[in-house]
């Protein structure tokens, strides 16, 4: 693939500011599974607008990087990334580190969603057991003893 100097240092330079974000994506990532994991709920709300911003960075980074490819006639592909790098073993290896920030991103926040999920349903299973409580309050008589309802009644009585 024929390129231009002009390009190998965009492309570089492209990568090192890709490579800056997936770490800090990374580092959202894991505040975001310690709020999650000491139920600190107020402060994901905060940290959602961050992580919705430096997604939408990294995006128009990997969208720089796809019209930077269509332009020389090529696809965007780890191969041809490979390829076009490999003079410069600087930014093959910022390119390297990108690739594994990647696919540690999609793994925290695959077990992020999990615990997100795992939240969902425990609030479910308390807010079930509360709507079913209310339905059927429970009434003590004076021996302590649990009584039915004043709404309930036995068939048969009047």
Not at 38 to 65: F, G, M, N, V
Not at 93 to 105: F, H, K, M, P, T
């Amino acid at each position: 693939m024929a390129v231009d100097p002009g390009f190998h240092a965009r492309l570089a330079q492209l990568i090192q500011d890709e490579r800056r974000g997936m770490r800090g994506f990374v580092a959202l990532l894991e505040r975001e599974e310690a709020l999650l994991v000491h139920s600190q709920i107020d402060a994901l709300a905060l940290l959602a607008e961050e992580k919705t911003a430096l997604y939408r960075a990294l995006q128009r980074l990997s969208d720089d990087r796809v019209v930077m490819f269509a332009r020389l006639g090529a696809k965007v592909t780890n191969e041809n990334i490979r390829i076009v790098l490999a003079s410069n073993p600087e930014a093959l290896a910022a390119w390297e580190d990108v690739v594994a920030l990647a696919e540690e991103a999609k793994e925290r926040n695959r077990v992020n969603g999990q615990l997100i999920t795992q939240r969902l349903q425990n609030n479910q299973q308390a807010l079930t057991t509360l709507l079913a409580a209310a339905e059927h309050p429970q009434i003590y008589g004076p021996d302590g003893q649990s009584r039915p309802t004043a709404g309930s009644r036995h068939f048969g009585s009047v």
